[in-house]
């Protein structure tokens, strides 16, 4: 059975650069008030309430990771909604699912590197 992989922050850092998927699974606001990680892809997976579609999220994440045996990497807050979405995925049959421990919160206490979130309608 696969597990989901906990990665150290130094770790996510030096996997930015190599062409691993990274998602943010935030939402909007979220990313507006800290910043994303570089070369991270934004999809939110639960809305402010905790709801979800499932189904819609599935078919854009299916675009950024688009077989089950590529590595990727998930990236909440605190790493308690990636705990919960990478779970979901590996029983859905992903294999090299990972995500940032201690999420964004852990990111920002070491001091590493942040983007400023632009939203699309200021691009």
Known sequence: MNQL???QPRIV????????VMID????????RT???KNVHT????DEY???DIENWMKEFKKLVTNTNQTFVLVCAHARRTRSVGNFLIEEGYKNCAHLFGGMALWQQELREVKEYKKKEDL
């Open 13 to 20: 850092e030096k996997m930015i650069n190599d062409n691993i």
């Open 25 to 32: 699974i935030r939402r909007e606001d979220e990313w507006l």
């Open 50 to 52: 905790g709801n979800h």
């Open 5 to 7: 992989v906990d990665l």
């Open 35 to 37: 910043g994303l990680i």
């Open 43 to 46: 999809l939110t997976f639960f």
